[in-house]
């Protein structure tokens, strides 16, 4: 099976602006999780999605918003960029509740 | 916040010889991972030791849990200069519908050749 793809793999933008990520699961898993990862705070858990309901979520401002398809496709939308975005933004697929499959990431620069 | 707490932050070794990383923890889990990450891509499963588990291997990988100390080791054993990478625990409090990972702060290990 393919693993997870992220696209685009990196992303410069400037303070103001909106993103969206992208991100494609393993075929037949249906939880997708985002993660941020920066030097200083490390990995955090943004949201997790399961057959397009968000089931859980971090603790990040609204700014942060995310959405699953139908197909198990899933985006995250940064909107208002601020500097202190620019981080790996991570994506991890699973079949049930158990291990999580990450993708590459998308570098976020924001400048 | 961060619920696991790796040690040490940092290992340098020689080739050949064995790694061993600590990981705490703060809450009850329903499973620990871990996980290995080079030069800032993305993350690849090691292993996955289960609450009820005390100990799984892994080709040169060994896990054990102490769910009364809340805290779980990795030993790789015969390491290679291709271990070199950062080592992340992480834990999954699932209860219910809902679960998610919480990640150390990582290893640095470096293997010398």
């Known amino acids: 099976k393919a693993g997870v793809t992220q696209t685009p793999r990196y992303l410069i933008k400037t303070r103001g602006q909106q993103v969206t990520l992208s991100c494609s699961p393993i075929s037949g898993h249906r939880s997708v999780s985002w993660y941020q990862q920066t030097p200083g705070q490390g990995l955090q858990f943004l949201f997790e999605y399961f057959s397009e309901t968000q089931r859980n979520k971090g603790n990040f401002p609204g700014r942060f918003s995310g959405r699953q398809f139908s197909n198990s496709r899933s985006e995250m939308n940064v909107s208002t960029l601020e500097l202190g975005d620019s981080a790996l933004y991570l994506c991890?697929?699973?079949?049930?509740?158990?291990?999580?499959?990450f993708g590459p990431g998308t570098r976020l620069t924001v400048l | 916040s961060q619920q696991g707490e790796e040690d040490p932050q940092a290992l340098s070794i020689q080739e050949g010889e064995n790694a061993t990383m600590n990981c705490s923890y703060k809450?009850?889990?329903?499973?620990l991972q871990w996980y290995r990450q080079n030069s800032g891509r993305g993350l690849v499963h090691l292993i996955l030791?289960?609450?009820?588990?005390r100990e799984k291997h892994s080709g040169r990988l060994r896990v054990t849990l102490d769910t009364s100390k809340k805290s779980s080791s990795l030993l790789i054993t015969a390491s290679r200069a291709a271990d070199t990478a950062s080592y992340f625990c992480a834990t999954d409090a699932f209860t219910g519908a809902n679960s998610k990972l919480t990640f150390g702060k990582g290893i640095t290990l470096s293997v010398r050749p």
């Open positions: 991890a697929s699973s079949y049930l509740t158990d291990t999580q499959y």
């Open positions: 809450t009850s889990i329903n499973n």
């Open positions: 030791i289960r609450s009820n588990e």
